[in-house]
C-alpha cells in the first residue's frame, strides 16, 4: 500500500520562501514524483515534477522561482522536495504531492497525498 504524506505548508509574506517536503512509502518501480496545486476556486494544475531519470517539469508561472529536488531513498522512502522562492500571493494554494508508478499491468498508477495549504499573504 503506497502511502504519500506532505509537510512544510504554512504562511508566508509576498517574497519570502518555503519548502515543502513529501515522502512516499511503499513504493515500488517508481516512474516520478512531484506536485499539484489547486488554487481556491480553480482546478487543480501541475507545479513541477522530476522523473525517476532526473527530467523535470515547471509549471511557466514558477520557472526560475521554484526548485524540485532529485528523488532520493532513505529509510524505505521516497522522498522529494519543492523549494519555493520569491514567493507571490498567486501562489496561494493548495499543494498535493503525488507518486507516479509501473504497476502489475504496466500501466502507470498514481497516488496523492492529502495536500498541505501554501497561503503568501501579508
Known amino acids: 500500500q503506497v502511502q504519500v504524506v506532505e509537510s512544510g505548508g504554512g504562511l508566508v509574506q509576498p517574497g519570502g520562501s518555503l519548502r515543502l517536503s513529501c515522502a512516499a512509502s511503499?513504493?515500488?518501480?517508481?516512474?516520478?514524483m512531484g506536485w499539484y496545486r489547486q488554487p481556491p476556486g480553480q482546478r487543480r494544475e501541475v507545479v513541477a515534477v522530476?522523473?525517476?531519470?532526473?527530467?523535470?517539469?515547471?509549471?511557466d508561472s514558477v520557472k526560475g522561482r521554484f526548485i524540485i529536488s532529485t528523488i532520493s531513498r532513505e529509510n524505505a522512502k521516497d522522498t522529494v522536495t519543492l523549494q519555493m522562492r520569491s514567493l507571490k500571493p498567486e501562489d496561494t494554494a493548495v499543494y498535493y504531492c503525488?507518486?507516479?508508478?509501473?504497476?502489475?499491468?504496466?500501466?502507470?498508477?498514481?497516488?496523492w497525498g492529502q495536500g498541505t495549504q501554501v497561503t503568501v499573504s501579508s
Open positions: 522530476r522523473s525517476s531519470r532526473g527530467r523535470t517539469h515547471y509549471h
Open positions: 503525488f507518486e507516479e508508478e509501473f504497476g502489475d499491468d504496466n500501466n502507470l498508477d498514481e497516488y
Open positions: 511503499g513504493t515500488h518501480d517508481l516512474s516520478s
